[in-house]
């Protein structure tokens, strides 16, 4: 008996599929007026793919696709988001993801980050230091000025 339960268990267990989530496996290749949308590693026709604004402007739809052109020629938006739909054992699957140009290539909006330039900040309070940091008066041999290094014999 407990041999059958065995093998039933590890049959079902065989039979079970992973569920692909395919906005993950999803790359955006081009220009920013010629955009090429495709999932990676899956030989599944997508039922149906769907590309729009932010603003909710449709920009274009294709079906029954492995791969979704999309072009972005009459005002150029920076920003999309691609939708992709799939029916798989009766169960429809759907996902989005948001792509950003960054000025060379599509990135998803989920791995930009923002870096602002850190300006230097002036400090000419003509206060002296010793190579120790510590404030002097009167230096001598090697001595900091408004961050600056000099020698004083």
Not at 32 to 39: E, F, G, M, R
Not at 112 to 119: A, D, M
């Amino acid at each position: 008996m407990k041999k059958i339960i065995l093998i039933l268990l590890v049959s079902l267990g065989l039979q079970t599929q992973a569920q692909i989530n395919y906005c993950d496996s999803m790359t955006v290749i081009g220009s920013q007026s010629q955009i090429v949308a495709q999932v990676n590693n899956v030989n599944t026709l997508m039922d149906c793919w769907t590309t729009h604004t932010t603003c909710g402007i449709l920009m274009g739809s294709d079906s029954l696709t492995t791969s979704h052109l999309i072009y972005n020629f009459a005002n150029p938006y920076d920003t999309i988001i691609i939708c992709i739909y799939n029916t798989i054992n009766g169960v429809t699957n759907s996902c989005s993801k948001t792509w950003v140009w960054n000025g060379m290539y599509w990135a998803k909006m989920m791995l930009n980050t923002n870096i602002n330039e850190i300006e230097k900040s002036k400090s000419n309070n003509n206060i002296m230091y010793d190579l120790n940091g510590r404030k002097t008066l009167k230096p001598k041999g090697l001595y900091i000025k408004n961050n600056k290094l000099y020698f004083n014999d």
